[in-house]
């Protein structure tokens, strides 16, 4: 294994271009909205102790709704503090009021003390350590940002009372979190402080997780549900609660990189294929089922009914990116890129003021939505068809404040050959071996233009899209070869260059695995690297009804419209009006129609409307 | 409108072929069976009101399973009462159990009697009138089979008290039902007595409903539920759950039926067209979901969570038969035909022992047997794939066990005008203009012959199939002109006479309105009146993965099968496998295989398996 590091958020200047709007879209609008739902909500006055005064209780993970609101925070002001005062001030005052409340021992969390505390460590499923891993990434995220390190050292006083009651006294009442998170975040503050204590801890909670036969009850109705079937070592496939098995397959992915554990790897690389391969909608999100929100069996991903948590895209990413960190192979910045045009962008309003819980592949409003409002325990409850502001169980929004507070930190690989670019993304990037600048409109022209002037490294490593069958690249102005290899592709460069690059973007139609039964003879259209949709708005109800013919893509129009990427258009079909519910097949007609698709990601921003991104193959 | 009757069964013949072996089944085995298990299940007990002495507690509706077995046997008594002498003891034992616990007041129901005797007439939700109509109906069957009338006495001093308590008393808590039933019976009750005190109690049911604010509340979270969100005369689509709404509309259609009412009878036909032009699966059954087992919006018919209870179909029947009784239209005797050979022979096993509650039109195991056990709460729970011999709710059984004992009152109608023939079944019926008999292999062949020695109407009419679109008539061995326009045909005969009819029985495909999503780009192989599928053991695993071109039905291959009508066997083609689970489309493969179709009704009957009716168009 090499010693390979993302280069982090803070080297890197995001510019002009899709992303960079999408990142200051959080910074100036989402994470100020999150701030007044969650103030609305009580969140903050849990987490100052004075619920009582308002009268409102608080849910048992409010804390780590909290902290990784402040975990965003931190990271906005690791890049613009001037931006964030405001914030950093509430910030200051939630740090007061958790050490004046953080109990003499070290424990701290809102509920349990001013709820319960009777339930202290005793019940595996009430999210405990969970919260206390989102506050200890929140406090390294503090301390790195604004150099302070109060909250960093109560967050350590907390670890200390976690070690004595999960491992060397043994006073809690069970041995593995419910919901896992606690693990990453040790491996982080391990990272952060050197200490090797939390790492300790960390390989001590993972290395417990499938060996207490006592925490094999079934969390949400499922033996999968929390992890607890099978110990570490002897994991093959993705099961479960999604965000939980994510942040688990991340946790143990840190613990291999710490120890060059490459049994764990391998393991996890099963497990990587078995969600890429057979547990994930082509637009990177996961979660088969709402019953217990997470993967199912393989090839089991309906798409009205799609989970799909816009967590589980965070989780992915925090997943790929520590594989990718173990080994250089294409297919985890082949994912990475998947869920950041599709599952990711799409948890977000295009106005950034409101979230996805579930993100489905398809709404068919006409059939279903009496139905919902009529029935209050309708078994088949369906997705919500609008991003909300805030919802009660809110674990998302936070999410996505840090998760984009962060975005420079997915672009660029550094190991002992040189840079890897990972993701093409408008940006400046200062890596151990020089600035480079990436310049691109990649989801609209498939191009990317990277250039340096000071580059030490000679080598410069590029991730070849999986979507690109011809790439062209030109290296100071002059043509070189490229193979398309679906993989990595290494070019000699000089200290000052410019390499220009095109993968030939094109507009395609994607099949699903036959074994996937809700897409079967369907197809949906892709461009680059974003998944598209067909929405009511644009094409009339009962989306249903459309076909659309392969060698429809030979005549395509393009548009620049409201999401900033290309709409696409093509001739397609339609299955004419009928009376009868039931008639001779022979008698069924078809009439030509221009269908409109937009990206995926922007659906649901013009009101409610049916969406489909699966569509009937002609 | 004019005095039209069904031929009672009582002077129907069923003769060797399809059906009467279907007769014989429920006979021999089915009925038999049911008594087993309600013997096992303490149905019985609960009955003989000494559920004390096996410490079983009687469900609130155990009365209502009883009672309808006790009408299959009066049935069965009717026609052959040497075969029943074992069953009409148990009648006769129970008999004389309910006649010592009828109260002095007339009240008669051993749930209520024996466990909470504190809410009689107070819980509008708890079936207590539901469970008093099936014990009038099986009174009134018992009177006619044995001329004994201490059933129906003891059911009449019920009527008494029932009326004091909801029409001169009002001593109930309550005005209606909360699940329909006891209108029928009472319009039974009435036709058979004469007593018009009877029929005045049905049209005060009937006609309190939708009126009492208070009985607006939401049952089973929809307020169609209990169909309490209109009166009768206001009625104009089918609501809530299935089976009350359809005897609700078949007490409704006596109503018409004895008052010709013609403004009740159009609002029904407008309900009849909401249901059979929206809400009604290929099969003939009803029902898309299992939240409040009912009716949901217009073309909403999910094919793997059908509901589409066994009772429904029995239901259909009911409403059906007595429209046809008020109007002669054609499509009431379609709709039978459909259901008969549908959704009403898939309710029961080719052994005859074991019954569908629900009867969905897809099953797909692999993706999701696992999930099924795994999660007691899956919010989407998915119909039974094996049919059983006893559920706890244990309607269908005895309620099938009833239908198939007057299977014969389904076959002609007589008015002033002569004999209607609508449905095509070997029989000799006795109607007041002389007996005629019917001759057929119709599923098979699509003819049927009819003939008489002293028919004394001079003429005959004739229901011609919806799916007939030639029909060859040969009276006395000389062909006649018949029209085919779905309708009726009506023929001149001689006092004997022998009229063979062919309609040209072949396969074709159905498609569904455009508007059901669930059935979009997708066919259903029909044969005459018969739905087919395909299942697993003939076509092997990913039935989704199959296709079917129309033209395919130009190289069929029929085998007379194990259900003893043709399977059906026809080229189609079949998506081959892929490793990936998302590729370009232009790369997917079609092989070419040949499809075995069967029997829908007959599906399920060689261990668990997946099936498919609508098959995706090539």
């Known amino acids: 294994m090499k010693n390979s590091n993302f280069v982090p958020f803070t080297k890197v200047d995001l510019q002009d271009g899709f992303w960079r709007d999408r990142y200051e879209l959080n910074k100036q609008v989402s994470i100020n909205n999150v701030r ?39 990271y906005l002001i690791a890049k613009d503090p001037d931006s964030m005062r405001g914030h950093e001030a509430l910030c200051e005052e939630l740090i007061d009021c958790m050490e004046r409340a953080q109990r003499p021992d070290g424990y701290l969390n809102s509920t349990f003390q001013q709820i319960h505390p009777e339930k202290i460590f005793r019940d ?18 503090y301390h790195k940002a604004t150099g302070r390190d109060r909250f960093l050292k109560m967050m350590e006083r907390y670890c200390d009372c976690i070690e004595r009651a999960f491992i060397t006294e043994k006073t809690a009442s069970f041995t593995t979190p419910g919901h896992e998170e606690i693990e990453l975040a040790l491996f ?29 009850e079934i969390p949400y109705h499922n033996p999968y549900g929390a992890q607890d079937d099978v ?69 089991d991903l309906p798409n009205h009914t799609a989970y799909t948590e816009s967590c589980c895209a965070i989780a992915m990413m925090l997943f790929a990116s520590r594989m990718r960190r173990i080994e250089k192979k294409a297919k985890y910045g082949h994912l990475m890129e998947r869920v950041l045009y599709n599952a990711m962008l799409s948890s977000t309003s295009l106005d950034g003021k409101a979230f996805f819980y579930e993100n489905p592949l398809e709404i068919s409003l006409p059939e279903y939505n009496r139905e919902v409002a009529a029935t209050s325990e309708r ?23 840090r998760f984009f507070g962060e975005l420079g930190s997915y672009l660029c690989v550094e190991d002992e050959d040189g840079v890897c670019v990972e993701q093409y ?63 990595y592709e290494t070019v000699a460069v000089d200290s000052a260059f410019t390499l220009e690059l095109d993968f030939h973007i094109a507009p395609r139609f994607v099949a699903a695995n ?59 079909y339609r299955t004419a009006d009928s009376q009868s519910l039931y008639f001779n097949a022979a008698e069924s007609n078809l009439e030509p129609i221009t269908a409109k698709f937009i990206p995926y990601f922007s659906f649901a921003n013009r009101g409610e409307s049916d969406m489909l991104v699966w569509v009937r193959r002609h």
């Not at 391990?190 to 094999?216: I, Q």
């Not at 409850?381 to 998302?396: A, D, G, H, K, N």
């Not at 151990?432 to 030490?456: H, N, W």
């Open 36 to 74: 007044i739902r969650f103030e609305e909500s009580g969140r903050f006055d849990a987490m100052r102790f004075n619920f009582l005064q308002n009268g409102r209780k608080p849910h048992i993970f409010f804390d780590s709704d909290v902290a990784k609101w402040m975990e965003a925070v931190a």
């Open 124 to 141: 595996r499923g009430l999210h405990e350590l969970y919260c206390a891993g989102h506050l200890i990434e929140a406090a390294v995220a």
């Open 188 to 216: 982080k503050l391990y990272r952060h402080t050197g200490n090797g204590k939390y790492k300790r801890m960390a390989e001590h909670f993972l290395s417990m997780r499938g060996k207490d036969p006592s925490e094999s």
């Open 231 to 299: 110990d570490i070592y002897h994991l093959k496939d993705a099961n479960g609660h999604s965000v939980r098995a994510l942040y688990l397959y991340s946790g143990i992915a840190d613990m291999a990189l710490e120890n060059g554990d490459t049994i764990l790897y391998s393991n996890l690389e099963q497990v990587f294929e078995d969600i890429t391969e057979r547990k994930m909608y082509v637009t990177g999100g996961v979660g088969s089922t709402r019953a217990y929100e997470g993967f199912t069996v393989p090839y």
């Open 379 to 401: 078994r088949e409850r369906l997705p919500i068809t609008q991003r909300v502001e805030v919802f009660s169980c809110s674990c998302c929004p936070p999410n996505i404040n």
């Open 425 to 487: 993304v408008s940006s400046d990037i200062k890596t151990a071996y020089g600035t480079i600048r990436i310049r691109e409109q990649y989801a609209i022209d498939g191009k990317a233009v990277l250039a340096s002037d000071g580059y030490t490294a000679k080598k410069l490593s590029l991730r070849i899209p999986e979507w690109s069958r011809c790439v062209i690249a030109t290296l100071n102005g002059k043509e070189i070869d490229l193979d398309v290899n679906n993989s």
């Open 514 to 572: 036959p074994s996937v039964r809700a897409n079967a003879g369907r197809v949906a259209l892709c461009y680059g690297p974003v998944v598209y949709c067909l929405e009511k708005s644009d094409n009339g109800d009962h989306l249903n009804r459309i076909e659309v013919a392969i060698d429809a893509l030979d005549d395509v129009t393009y548009d620049l419209d409201f999401h900033k990427l290309y709409s696409i258009s093509l001739p397609a």
